[in-house]
């Protein structure tokens, strides 16, 4: 997935639905399960390829920018095998 790929992906063809069990923390997330596969696959591991490590609540996670949203992948413990792994999105 080239950098254009995965922001086309993530702005245009996805939607994303706001987190309201954590509207203390606003952010927006996609689900793998809903998506095509390979193309949230690519996305996930751009991210984790492409992207910087910031501490949320004592715990790193890799980040990526696209314009004023920052993107970051949450799994269970399985990690990238995880089907019902999220890309999460919020306001920098």
């Not at 994303?16 to 193309?39: Q, V």
């Amino acid at each position: 997935m080239t950098t254009q790929e995965l922001e086309q992906f993530l702005t245009e063809e996805v939607t994303f639905t706001f987190a309201k069990t954590m509207a203390a923390i606003p952010h927006s997330w996609i689900c793998r399960k809903d998506w095509g596969e390979e193309k949230f696959f690519n996305a996930m591991n751009f991210i984790n390829d492409n992207g910087y490590v910031e501490i949320f609540f004592n715990r790193p996670y890799v980040y990526y920018k696209i314009g004023e949203y920052k993107y970051w992948v949450a799994t269970d413990r399985s990690g990238f095998e995880d089907r019902t792994a999220i890309i999460n999105r919020a306001k920098v």
